[in-house]
Antibody, heavy 115, light 109 residues
Framework: QLVESGGGLVQPGGSLRLSCVAS????????MYWVRQAPGRGLEWVSY????????DYADSVKGRFTASRDNTKNSMYLQLNSPRVEDTGVYYC??????????WGQGTPVTVSS | EIVLTQSPVTLSLSPGQRATLSCRAS??????LAWYQQRPGQAPRLLIY???YRGTGIPDRFRGSGSGTDFTLTISSLEPEDFAVYFC???????????FGQGTRLEIK
């Protein structure tokens, strides 16, 4: 399973670090994603990280502000949110890539950006 | 950028009926399409990947079909637990961005 943590209330312009820990599944061999969902809205891709962590990619809406990383020795992945905006509010999910889909998802960690 | 358009936005059916959900891509995506079910307060669950392959533990009443730009998720006989929101999703080769459709809400009639 995947378990996210680190969400909470953050002020606009602040910072927050989300974590995702894998247990009972292969983590290091798989590419990973962060996906978010604003309240009452659909799903939005946030970031991608390769198996080694050497390659990352981001949605335009967060590029330059968010940074994804991983530590395969700890079966963990992270998302650093810098200078968050009100529109970054939502539930953040980590998910494992499997072929064209995402087969394992965490339960999500809520992030609220508000002053 | 590929855009996925789902239809209908809302589908009202009764248990036991057949549901047909559509997902159309703005350009050909071959068979690189997945479907998810999301119940209230839960994370999405992978139903179908590569357009027609069922995810682990997914009942065979769920069937995915299509290729190119037009895809369909069919639920052959609705169970009470199937009433939820369904999303389609595409992952491009490079950059490895993911695109989701806006969702179809399947509600009890």
């Amino acid at each position: 399973q995947l378990v996210e943590s680190g969400g909470g209330l953050v002020q606009p312009g602040g910072s927050l670090r989300l974590s995702c820990v894998a247990s009972g599944i292969d983590f290091s061999s798989y590419e990973m994603y962060w996906v978010r969902q604003a309240p009452g809205r659909g799903l939005e891709w946030v970031s991608y990280i390769s198996t080694s962590g050497a390659t990352t990619d981001y949605a335009d809406s967060v590029k330059g502000r968010f940074t994804a990383s991983r530590d395969n020795t700890k079966n963990s992945m992270y998302l650093q949110l810098n200078s968050p905006r009100v529109e970054d509010t939502g539930v953040y999910y980590c998910a494992r890539r499997f072929s064209s889909g995402l087969d394992y998802w965490g339960q999500g960690t809520p992030v609220t950006v508000s002053s | 950028e590929i855009v996925l358009t789902q239809s209908p936005v809302t589908l009202s059916l009764s248990p036991g009926q057949r549901a047909t959900l559509s997902c159309r891509a703005s350009q050909s995506i071959r068979s690189y399409l997945a479907w998810y079910q999301q119940r209230p307060g839960q994370a999405p669950r992978l139903l179908i990947y590569d357009a027609s392959y069922r995810g682990t533990g997914i009942p065979d009443r769920f069937r995915g079909s299509g290729s190119g730009t037009d895809f369909t998720l069919t639920i052959s006989s609705l169970e009470p637990e199937d009433f939820a929101v369904y999303f389609c999703q595409h992952r491009s080769d490079w950059p490895p961005a993911i695109t989701f459709g806006q969702g179809t809400r399947l509600e009890i009639k």
